[in-house]
């Protein structure tokens, strides 16, 4: 079951016209969130995110669109598909009304909440080999619009396309300036001795959750430098560590680049800090 505009229905039953939007010109946005045992993990960020992103759009913002509708709207939905009790992976998709070409018509918007069970309430570390590669083909560009969660994703498409064809488990993209700026799947951290770096928002990279708490648990950690700055292709073979991040899998360690390796000790550290951090969150 999902929530179609507030309404539970079937999928068979939510059959989105033609003249949608977010198919025809990507103008719709989306957020992928946890929810554990009814418990919606982070959702102050990820409600204000949503917003952020929804007035950058030029989006006209319904007045019910309360953090409290929204997260009785999602619980609701979870509660439909009985996982009330259990681990929830829940996307909303939230695009402008239908009309006009380029220039839209309304500003008003609509949404689509769908749920899927998860294997576990909690971050857990993925043992398995994590190879990447660098994708060249296309970049992101750096600035504000890259840094949203919009349905303009078809770099992450075709560079997910690269990474099957050619043996690979993800890949780094790339701005307009040659700098890393995230994986296919969520942002990136570089570790270098004590040192942690992540590419500034500037670069291109999404706002994401994860790695905005990250930050904040980094930062309160007196023996590690947390740093936002640029990262060259030039420094991954150097790094000790590389981890991606995003809500649903929490921390994924890359194991290999290349002919480097790597380890995943302060990854290792976080998964458990952020694991504490979302439970007390």
Request: charge should be negative; include cysteine; glycine fraction near 6%.
């Amino acid at each position: 079951m999902i929530n179609y505009n507030g309404k539970i229905v079937s999928p068979e039953e939510a059959n989105l016209s033609i003249d949608n939007r977010g198919y025809q010109y990507g103008d719709a946005l989306f957020e992928t969130l946890r929810v554990i045992n009814g418990k919606i993990m982070f959702w102050e960020d990820h409600y204000f995110r949503l917003m952020a992103s929804m007035r950058i759009l030029r989006m006209e913002i319904p007045m019910s669109f309360s953090p409290e509708f929204l997260e009785e709207e999602i619980l609701n939905c979870v509660k439909e598909n009985h996982l009330e009790n259990d681990s929830a992976r829940v996307k909303i998709n939230v695009h402008r009304l239908p009309g006009g070409l380029y220039l839209p018509q309304q500003r008003e918007i609509g949404y689509l909440i769908t749920v899927s069970s998860l294997q576990s309430p909690f971050y857990i570390e993925n043992e398995s080999a994590h190879e990447v590669e660098l994708f060249k083909d296309h970049y992101v560009n750096s600035g504000l619009l890259s840094s949203l969660k919009s349905n303009n994703r078809i770099i992450n498409v075709l560079g997910s396309i690269f990474a099957e064809e050619n043996g690979y488990d993800n890949c780094l993209l790339l701005n307009e300036k040659k700098s890393v700026v995230e994986a296919l799947n969520g942002n990136i951290f570089l570790v270098k001795g004590d040192v942690i770096k992540t590419p500034p928002l500037s670069d291109g990279c999404v706002n994401g959750i994860i790695r905005k708490n990250l930050i904040s648990i980094i930062g309160k950690l007196e023996d590690w430098d947390l740093k936002e700055e640029s990262i060259s292709p030039f420094e991954l073979q150097k790094a000790d560590e590389i981890f991606i991040t995003n809500s649903i899998v929490g921390i994924q360690s890359i194991t290999k680049y290349r002919k480097k390796e790597y380890v995943s000790a302060k990854a290792n550290n976080l998964r458990a800090k952020l694991n504490t951090h979302a439970r007390l969150g």
